[in-house]
Every structure is written in C-alpha cells, then in structure tokens.
C-alpha cells in the first residue's frame, strides 16, 4: 500500500462501526472501505490473565488439574488436562459475569455517596472514613485489573508504566485485531469469501 491508499477515521466512527476495515483492491483501483462485515464461526477461548486474581479460579484450575484422570502418551494426557481446565474456565466464566467498568462505575457511586454523606454532617465519621478506604482500595484493585487485561491484550510497555488512557489502547488494539483480520483469499481470481465455496 502506498500512503495515498489509507483512509483517516475518527475513534467515534469506530466506536459506531466496530467492525470497520480497508481492504486494497488490485492494481490502481480504489481502496474498499467496509463498515458492515460480520465474523462468522465460534470465538475462541482466551485466557483471561485478570482471573488469576480470583482465588477461586486458581483453585479450580488447580483442583481441576490434580483430579484429571487421563490414559495414553503423556502429550495426550497433557492435552486433554488443558481442554478440561479450559472448560471449567469456559462454565466459571458463563456463572461469573466480570463486567469491570459496571463494578468501577458502581465503586465509583459508592464513593461519591459517602462523600455527599460525610457533606451532610458536616464532620468526619469514622465509619464514613474507614468505608471510604474500603472504596478507595477496591477501585485500586479494579484498576488494576483493568490494567492488566489491556496489558494482556496489547502488550505495550507504556502500560508498564501505568498509563491509565484505556480508550487511548482499547481503539489501538481494536484496530491491530481489525488490521490482522482475514477476512477471504483471492487465488487466480477465484473469490473465497464464501466459506460455503470449499
């Protein structure tokens, strides 16, 4: 692609059209610009690193992993163990909603609900205080954890160093997953989109 080949979007437009990407025709042809397309197909898993926070996950790979009973070579009991721990994630993660930016957004609330409550008073309550700290340490943690799944998902050493512009990072790793899509072949002029063609 030469520079003259690109197409400059607004993170609203992609906020709005997610799915959005430029595709290079052939030749001196235009550039195709696709809001519309839909993957098909099962996600895949993917581990999710802020899990290991939880010590009931932990505990479930662990336990999952000990009460394996599995017969055959050992590459083929290792593999079966790591399907079976897989699907104890895939069952914990369906049971466990994790919606982190509704629990920021509700710690968030709590704390500014304790500060108009301490207003009101118009002195410091212990308790206010101490329910406060609690607040406070578990949006520390929240945080946190946020932090790590963009670390996870786009391994940048900024975040090593505690940028916290998550919209700046969610819009580049959205994008480097858009630009590593592929979306169909085109072999001697055969079109494979299609997956039904094969």
Same mark, same amino acid.
């Given at each position: 692609?030469?520079?003259?080949?690109?197409?400059?979007?607004?993170?609203?437009?992609?906020?709005?059209?997610?799915?959005?990407?430029?595709?290079?025709?052939?030749?001196?042809?235009? +550039? %195709?610009?696709?809001?519309? +397309?839909?993957?098909?197909?099962?996600?895949? %898993?993917? %581990?999710?690193?802020?899990?290991?926070?939880?010590?009931?996950?932990?505990?479930?790979?662990?336990? =999952?992993?000990?009460?394996?009973?599995?017969?055959?070579?050992?590459?083929?009991?290792?593999?079966?163990?790591?399907?079976?721990?897989?699907?104890?994630?895939?069952?914990?993660?369906?049971?466990?909603?994790? #919606?982190?930016?509704?629990?920021?957004?509700?710690?968030?609330?709590?704390?500014?609900?304790?500060?108009?409550?301490?207003?009101?008073?118009?002195?410091?309550?212990?308790?206010?205080?101490?329910?406060?700290?609690?607040?406070?340490?578990?949006?520390?943690?929240?945080?946190?954890?946020?932090?790590?799944?963009?670390?996870?998902?786009?391994?940048?050493?900024?975040?090593?160093?505690?940028?916290?512009?998550?919209?700046?990072?969610? =819009?580049?790793?959205?994008?480097?997953?858009?630009?590593? #899509?592929?979306?169909?072949?085109?072999?001697?002029?055969?079109?494979?989109?299609?997956?039904?063609?094969?």
């Amino acid at each position: 692609m030469s520079k003259l080949d690109r197409f400059l979007l607004a993170s609203e437009w992609l906020d709005v059209f997610p799915l959005t990407s430029v595709k290079a025709l052939v030749g001196h042809l235009p +550039s %195709f610009l696709d809001a519309w +397309s839909l993957r098909s197909g099962l996600r895949p %898993f993917r %581990f999710d690193a802020r899990w290991l926070d939880n010590l009931e996950v932990v505990e479930l790979i662990k336990r =999952t992993w000990l009460n394996f009973v599995g017969m055959g070579s050992m590459d083929f009991q290792l593999h079966k163990k790591l399907i079976s721990v897989k699907q104890k994630l895939i069952g914990w993660k369906k049971d466990n909603k994790f #919606d982190l930016k509704g629990k920021i957004e509700g710690v968030l609330t709590d704390i500014e609900l304790l500060d108009l409550t301490a207003q009101s008073y118009g002195v410091l309550i212990e308790q206010v205080v101490v329910k406060r700290g609690v607040k406070l340490k578990e949006l520390e943690d929240l945080r946190r954890s946020e932090e790590i799944y963009w670390k996870q998902r786009y391994r940048n050493k900024w975040l090593k160093e505690g940028d916290l512009n998550t919209k700046f990072f969610h =819009t580049i790793a959205s994008t480097r997953r858009r630009h590593n #899509d592929i979306s169909g072949l085109n072999i001697l002029g055969l079109d494979l989109r299609n997956p039904t063609l094969g």
